[in-house]
């Protein structure tokens, strides 16, 4: 399964429809990928569906490898409540909801924060001891509150040294980096501490490249 492949083209695919200005970067959906297959990921909470080019890629995954994920959404936005059922291919298989605090109790193995919920504090209940959170791009506030919550976390700023291709949106200058994420583990298993220590890593070599390359 080439999981670079399919964020590539999804992320390009997305970048010429209506609204794409606030997707989440090619990078993202290609960590996404990676956590879901490495961690076996069956369910997943996406805070902020937008136009859905984080569930449409990880559906599209789901449908090659038959993995049977779980995929439950936030959207209140008309414009990308419509824009959703357009471009998601298996858009049935989202269960759609207002917002976290409306989502029926149950345990979800993956949350993806790319939109803002005043009900993030509830998120709590939500998770098991295994959780991970991935939180698109910078979003400070909403990374400080899922640390605050889960105080045995490990947490990963994840970046790429990959520039932003020419179809980019939202001012991602062609000669610029792509956008990370913040990457948490609420309560690490051994597998996780041994993914969280090789991202680290990662991170902390490509900060060194990025400055030397200035
Ligand atoms: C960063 S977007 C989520 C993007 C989504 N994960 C994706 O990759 O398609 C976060 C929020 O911005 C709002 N939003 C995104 N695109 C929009 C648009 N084109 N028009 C209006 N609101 C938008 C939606 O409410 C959405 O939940």
Known sequence: MNIKKIASENYKKFCFYEGSDYIASEFALETLLKLITVFNIKSVLEVGLGIGSVADTILHLE????????YY???TNEFCLNALRKN????????????IKEVPERKFELFIIDGSDD???VIKKYTNRSSIFFVEGDRKEQTQTILRLFPNHLYVNVITLRKNPPYAHEGR???S?????QLIFVN?????IFYWLKEKAGT?????IRKWSK
């Open 63 to 70: 449908q090659k490898q038959s993995s049977g994920i779980d």
């Open 173 to 175: 200058a062609v000669n």
């Open 119 to 121: 009900s993030l504090k």
């Open 73 to 75: 959404g936030t959207e």
């Open 88 to 99: 998601v291919t298996h858009y049935e298989k989202i269960k759609l909801f207002p917002d």
């Open 188 to 192: 690490p298993t051994l597998k996780m």
């Open 204 to 208: 902390f070599i490509k900060i060194k």
């Open 177 to 181: 980096y792509i956008g990370g994420g």
